[in-house]
Structures are given as structure tokens and as C-alpha cells.
């Protein structure tokens, strides 16, 4: 069983950063495609970064020219660097993997969640 485990959520004042990780563990054939998303209060959750294995990277609107992903394939790892956060930035941060356990078999895995809050 794949497992995602996820850190660096708190507590931060606009303008300030924070950097989230998330490392994927278990039976890991490749990994092809880590992403971040969002849930902010009393919204749907949405899409926040994404990249894959050889580094390519796209971001929403919202967050672009300020949070950087990133990954390290050796540790199976991703990671969001949030810089000039805003109160908007609000929100349970998920961890979104696409992991083939065999040559065959692919899934999609979510972490538990990290909460991000943002004060003004």
C-alpha cells in the first residue's frame, strides 16, 4: 500500500512563507506525477501545482509567481514553497500522487491533509 505523509502546515501572517513536504512511501514502481491542492473554508477543493517525474511544472493563476513546486525522485518527495502568503491562501493543503505500484497497475493517492492559515 502506498502511503502519502505530508508536513509543514501553521500558522503564518500575510506576507510571510511556509513550506510544505510530502513523501510518498511503500510499494512504489515509478512515480510519475505529484500535485498540490486546496480546500479553503466552505469551498470545493481546487487545483494548486503540479509536476511530473522529468520536472515540468504548471501552477493556477492564483498562486503563480508566488509558491515554487518541486520534487526530489530519489526520496519520492514533493515539495511547496509559499512565499507572500495572503489570508485567501486559507486552507487544508492535499498531497496528490499518481504512483504505479507493478509495470501495470497505476493509481491516483491523496494524503491526509495539512491546514494552512494565513492571518491578515
Known amino acids: 500500500q502506498v502511503q502519502l505523509v505530508e508536513s509543514g502546515g501553521g500558522l503564518v501572517q500575510a506576507g510571510g512563507s511556509l513550506r510544505l513536504s510530502c513523501a510518498a512511501s511503500?510499494?512504489?514502481?515509478?512515480?510519475?506525477?505529484m500535485a498540490w491542492y486546496r480546500q479553503p473554508p466552505g469551498k470545493q477543493r481546487e487545483f494548486v501545482a503540479e509536476?511530473?517525474?522529468?520536472?515540468?511544472?504548471t501552477y493556477a493563476g492564483s498562486v503563480k509567481g508566488r509558491f515554487t513546486i518541486d520534487r526530489d525522485n530519489a526520496k519520492n518527495t514533493v515539495y511547496l514553497q509559499m512565499n507572500s502568503l495572503k489570508p485567501e491562501d486559507t486552507a487544508v493543503y492535499y498531497c496528490?500522487?499518481?504512483?504505479?505500484?507493478?509495470?501495470?497497475?497505476?493509481?491516483?493517492?491523496w494524503g491526509q491533509g495539512t491546514q494552512v492559515t494565513v492571518s491578515s
Open positions: 509536476i511530473f517525474s522529468d520536472h515540468r511544472q
Open positions: 496528490n500522487a499518481q504512483i504505479r505500484s507493478t509495470r501495470y497497475t497505476s493509481d491516483t493517492y
Open positions: 511503500g510499494s512504489i514502481f515509478s512515480n510519475d506525477y
